[in-house]
């Protein structure tokens, strides 16, 4: 017997997500079904808002609702220092950490030849815009500690040298292949305070 059409449509809109397969999707699905109907119109209402209200930060591609960011638009920031990551989550993280008062930059993905991701692909080109100022005085680099990380930080860190900006990289006591993301915040404030030239 074939799901009734409304829940195979629910089906493939939860297996759009990742780490979403089709078993786990019919659970969610009828799952849905057993839900308050509020419960259920709450959840679609934050979908797409999500989507609707919130964008990209037009200076550093953090996601935000005004446009620029809470962070860029900070007078109390510290404008020599620009922290650069792969993901808005990982603004997020950070920010945990009070000590770091400076800007950041998020690239939205990893250079990944594999992957065919190249530099234009993803947030650079507006970074080595911003680096144009003369505020910028450090570029932290805090890609994870993946291959594909490690490598868009020797990419990055060869770009921005020449121009006489310091270039540091977060001192990983994050273990390798390890996500930012899933970092303590003591582990962090160690790794931001730890970081290294290079
Ligand atoms: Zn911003």
Redesign the pocket.
């Known amino acids: 017997m074939q799901y009734p059409e409304p829940i195979s449509k629910l089906m493939d809109s939860f297996m759009k997500l990742p780490g979403i397969g089709a078993k786990t999707a019919a659970r969610l699905a009828f799952y849905t079904l057993s839900m308050d109907e509020d419960d259920v119109t709450d959840f679609a209402k934050a979908l797409i808002s999500a989507k609707r209200d919130l964008h990209y930060?037009s200076?550093?591609g953090?996601i935000?609702q005004g446009d620029?960011?809470e962070?860029?638009q900070d007078k109390a920031r510290d404008r020599s220092m620009i922290l650069v990551v792969e993901d808005a989550k990982d603004v997020i993280s950070i920010e945990k950490v009070r000590d770091y008062n400076g800007l950041y930059h998020v690239l939205h993905g990893i250079l990944s030849p594999i992957e065919g991701t190249g530099p234009e692909d993803i947030n650079i080109p507006s970074l080595l815009k911003r680096l144009q100022s003369d505020e910028v005085q450090e570029v932290i680099l805090a890609t994870n500690a993946t291959a594909e990380g490690e490598a868009t930080a020797t990419y990055l860190s060869r770009l921005i040298k020449p121009a006489g900006i310091k270039v540091t990289r977060l001192a990983h006591g994050l273990s390798v292949g390890s996500d930012i993301e899933y970092a303590d915040e003591i582990t962090l404030m160690k790794a931001v305070e730890g970081r290294r030239e290079i």
């Open positions: 930060c200076i550093c953090h935000t620029p960011c962070i860029c």
